[in-house]
């Protein structure tokens, strides 16, 4: 598994997709930078109980939907990399399971979103720090509320890995990436139930954790389908 | 008998309610080249792709150095490298890095590398992004990535697809080395006859999903039936005393033929005409090209359906 990394990390060199991983929370921080910047009193007086998670509370407005957003178009290029010469049978027909290589991209991208997420970690930090909240920083909470969006969208990281690696076609997947993303974001009103909600932590009992264990084995669940579909068809 | 390197039978495949593979037992011995031959759509790209694993046969089973591709899939791989249709490569990445994120699943030293760019003769334009090769620059990345696992046996469709004649000269004799200097056996599609022809030792022809020939180049060959054509004077009367003195021959067009005629039965046929004073301007073999034969094959084929 090892080497099919290796392979994937020198796939990707000279490719876009390094720069939308760092473009992702530069982004949703740069925004926050710009709402903070311009409604500093309003913000500061709003959130005057705890500074900290009122910053953290509007980054993660922004990075749910960036997140659902940057993960539709991360799978769609990573599959695209293949798809482009049609250099699915020539990696298929190496002597590698197709689990494996499956198993490989949806576990790049999940790398690739990760580190994101770590680098929303440090981004909020830092403008925290800038914005003068204190060193007094909710570590913890803020480790939560980086990666629990992410890792309570699991199902879609699956749905759309599948989606992208199974059709040549990136047009289909791209439209229910976005789609999906523009649906969450009236997520938070939805039932319990709904996979769409669940990046936004909140939950009748209140816990977010909840949100996070829904996600995370829905998209396991989906992964598993996936691996098996992939690996019973034919490749072109 | 020498060793069988890919044994299939009954292979079949189906799309929908058509059998595109329809009960196909190939028989690939160690050290031949084996011309795969068949005109479009026959089946040759889908019969390669299930020897690769790329496709599930809908019946029948495939046998590749004695193991049972649905047993040990991965182990057969490991022994072969392929070529299907026209090359993929990855576009962004220089010609050793596309050799390289093959070679770390391979797991075969990084030297291999550069032996293969230098048997494909890519060596100077390795460090080039290979978005900018042409076509028969990228076709030989393929050789080369398809070699870069020391391959047992070599699986090429239609490699020469696209080259200018120079290219299929350059690719041809390529292919030819292998066996001779690697040890490979190989199994080329084509649907030129002529290239076929040029290269192979062994050929299975396939139309219409079936196998309608499968031996040595050498049996097609004695296939190519030779006849003898006679221009005399007056072609009626000729023929009309020839069949007199008890010698069947074809007048078509003019023209006398004798087929198969041995060089006695020949050689009696002029004297008679000789004999009866009819004056013989010329005495020609004519030999039917492989053209024909595989025209003859794989029309009859498709009288019979
Ligand atoms: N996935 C598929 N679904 C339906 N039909 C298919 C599929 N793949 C191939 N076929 C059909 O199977 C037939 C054989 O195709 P194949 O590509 O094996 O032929 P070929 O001998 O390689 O021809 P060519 O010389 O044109 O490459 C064709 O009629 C093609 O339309
Ligand atoms: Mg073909």
Same mark, same amino acid.
């Given at each position: ?14 490719? =876009?997709?390094?720069?939308? @991983? $760092? *473009? &992702?929370?530069?982004?949703?921080? #740069?925004?926050?930078?710009?709402? !903070?910047? /311009? ?80 680098? =929303?970690?440090?981004?909020? @930090? $830092? *403008? &925290?720090?800038?914005?003068?909240? #204190?060193?007094?920083?909710?570590? !913890?909470? /803020? ?80 992964? =598993? ?12 | ?305």
């Amino acid at each position: 598994m090892i080497r099919v990394m290796l392979s994937e990390f020198i796939k990707i060199k000279r490719k =876009l997709i390094l720069f939308l @991983i $760092i *473009l &992702g929370p530069l982004g949703v921080i #740069g925004l926050q930078a710009a709402n !903070f910047g /311009l409604r500093y009193d309003w913000l500061t007086s709003q959130y005057k109980e705890d500074l900290w998670r009122g910053l953290i509370g509007e980054v993660t407005m922004l990075s749910v939907p960036t997140i659902l957003i940057g993960l539709t178009i991360l799978t769609s290029m990573i599959a695209n990399i293949e798809h482009q010469t049609n250099a699915w049978k020539q990696l298929v027909a190496l002597p590698v399971s197709k689990m494996k290589i499956f198993a490989g991209k949806a576990l790049l991208s999940f790398i690739l979103l990760f580190v994101s997420c770590l680098l =929303l970690f440090f981004g909020t @930090i $830092i *403008l &925290g720090l800038s914005l003068r909240f #204190g060193t007094a920083i909710p570590l !913890f909470y /803020l480790l939560k509320m980086c990666f629990f969006p992410f890792l309570a969208a699991m199902p879609f990281l699956a749905l759309q890995t599948w989606l992208a690696i199974s059709m040549k076609n990136q047009a289909i997947p791209l439209t229910t990436g976005i789609l999906g993303t523009i649906v969450s974001l009236y997520g938070t009103g939805f039932p319990d139930w709904m996979p769409l909600k669940w990046p936004w932590l909140v939950n009748e009992w209140d816990e977010p954790v909840y949100s996070v264990l829904f996600g995370v084995a829905t998209g396991l669940v989906l992964y =598993l389908l996936s691996l098996i579909d992939f690996s019973r068809r034919d490749v072109k | 008998m020498s060793e069988l390197i890919i044994e299939t039978k009954n292979l079949t495949k189906k799309f929908g309610a058509t059998r595109v593979v329809n009960h196909v037992d190939m028989q690939v011995k160690k050290g031949e080249i084996y011309g795969f031959l068949g005109p479009n759509g026959a089946g040759k790209t889908t019969t390669i792709r299930m020897l690769l694993g790329l496709a599930r046969p809908s019946k029948g089973s495939i046998h590749m150095f004695g193991k049972d591709i649905r047993k040990e899939k991965l182990a057969i791989l490991r022994k072969v490298g392929s070529l299907v249709e026209y090359p993929s490569y990855y576009g962004h990445l220089t010609a050793r890095e596309n050799l390289e994120a093959v070679r770390v699943l391979l797991d075969v030293p990084k030297s291999r590398i550069d032996e293969v760019l230098s048997i494909v003769r890519l060596t100077k334009d390795a460090k080039r992004p290979v978005k900018g090769f042409s076509l028969g620059m990228k076709q030989r990345l393929g050789i080369a990535t398809a070699l870069l696992g020391n391959p047992e046996l070599l699986i090429l469709d239609e490699p020469t697809n696209g080259l200018d004649p120079s290219g299929i000269l350059e690719m041809r004799e390529l292919i030819k080395s292998m066996p001779k200097e690697h040890g490979i056996t190989i199994v080329v599609s084509s649907h030129l006859l002529s290239e076929i022809d040029q290269m192979a030792t062994q050929v299975g022809i396939i139309t219409k999903g079936r196998i309608i020939f499968q031996d040595s180049i050498h049996k097609l060959r004695e296939q190519a039936s030779s006849s003898i054509k006679l221009t005399v004077n007056d072609v009626e009367a000729a023929w009309k005393t020839l069949l007199s003195n008890g010698f069947t021959t074809d007048l078509v067009q003019n023209n006398i033929y004798i087929d198969n005629g041995t060089d006695d039965h020949v050689a009696a046929i002029v004297k008679s005409l000789v004999e009866h004073d009819f004056s013989i301007y010329r005495v020609e073999e004519q030999k039917k090209s492989l053209e024909e034969i595989f025209l003859e094959l794989t029309g009859k084929e498709g009288g019979l359906l």
